[in-house]
């Protein structure tokens, strides 16, 4: 991978994702914030595990002791737990200056991928527009750093429990090719069927891997494929609603909303969201590792 000596005072890339050819980044929001305490740390795990099962390097990002960490340890990913802050592009600087723990979302992690210049991610789903836009508007800034990232991000689509179809427009405006992997639409986290159409369809990681190279060379920047899930629950939207329901009446809004809803639906369904959710990011990350190993 290539990077820029600037970031290098603020920026600590691990000896082994420096000198690997293919890199995936991992975030560490759904590790903090997606699962119940312990649990996402081995999702975490898993996730590396099948990106080095498909021939590729996991770079796992997170803020700790004043640094932003590519790469991070077990021992280190061990710490960020329920208590870690969330943190988005526009928060890096500050946790890191702060010394906080540093849980990067997306959106965080494709920034300091644009600065190190790793080009694949996976996670669970992506951020968007929430439901009921603009009361108030609530717009993920995963969609702004994608826009302005030349990184692939590898999700189940985007989370269901946004408005899908506002935030399939949102895409559109922003120029991000929306990609669909063996499938026409864009799968809806834990359902894969339903959902707006893709803006264009592969059928292999090389292709993939292929068109991503060619949008960045025409200068165009992020792009998100979508991967259905292996084993899709179609009858969660009663339960999704009912959790946006009960966010808004217990008063629960902005950063808290999309952990407040995950763990209601894990509770709530039995533990079948949380299995699902759990098994989707693994396949997200070994679809990334192929397509990072095709790719380079
Ligand atoms: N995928 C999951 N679980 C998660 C997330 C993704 O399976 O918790 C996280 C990602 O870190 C994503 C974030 O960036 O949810 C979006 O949060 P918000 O809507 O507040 O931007
Ligand atoms: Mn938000």
Redesign the pocket.
């Known amino acids: 991978m290539h990077r820029d000596s600037r970031v290098d005072a603020v920026i600590r890339v691990s000896d082994e994702v420096r000198e690997a050819r293919a890199v995936v980044a991992l975030?560490?929001?759904?590790v903090a914030?997606?699962?119940p305490p312990g649990e996402g740390v081995e999702v975490g795990l898993e996730s590396e595990r099948q990106v080095r099962a498909a021939g590729a390097v996991p770079a796992t990002v997170g803020v700790l002791d004043g640094e932003i960490v590519v790469g991070l340890t077990e021992d280190e990913l061990g710490r960020f737990g329920a208590d870690a802050r969330?943190v988005?592009p526009r928060d890096l600087a500050a946790a890191a200056a702060q010394r906080a723990v540093g849980?990067?979302?997306?959106?965080?992690?494709l920034a300091v991928m644009q600065a190190v210049g790793i080009r694949w991610l996976a996670?669970?789903?992506?951020?968007?527009v929430?439901r009921g836009f603009p009361h108030p508007p609530?717009v993920?800034?995963?969609l702004a750093q994608l826009a302005r990232t030349q990184a692939l991000a590898v999700?189940?689509g985007v989370?269901s429990l946004?408005d899908v179809p506002a935030t399939a427009e949102v895409l559109e405006t922003l120029g991000v090719p929306v990609l669909g992997f063996r499938t026409d639409t864009l799968p809806l986290?834990y359902a894969a069927a339903g959902g707006p159409p893709v803006s264009a369809r592969v059928e292999s990681a090389a292709e993939a891997a292929e068109l991503a190279r060619l949008h960045w060379q025409l200068g165009g920047h992020g792009l998100l494929l979508g991967r259905p899930p292996d084993e899709p629950l179609d009858d969660v939207e009663p339960l999704v609603e009912a959790a946006l329901r009960a966010a808004r009446d217990t008063g629960v809004s902005?950063?808290a909303?999309?952990?407040f809803v995950?763990s209601f639906l894990h509770r709530e369904s039995g533990g079948r969201t949380l299995r699902a959710?759990r098994d989707?990011?693994a396949q997200n990350a070994r679809l990334a590792g192929e397509i990072a190993t095709a790719g380079g």
Do not use: M
């Not at 849980?103 to 992690?109: F, K, Y």
């Not at 996670?123 to 968007?128: K, S, Y």
């Open positions: 975030e560490t929001t759904l914030h997606g699962f969330k988005g849980a990067t979302t997306v959106g965080g992690t996670t669970g789903g992506l951020g968007g929430h609530d993920s800034a995963d999700s189940a989370k946004l986290f902005g950063q909303v999309t952990p995950l959710n989707l990011v």
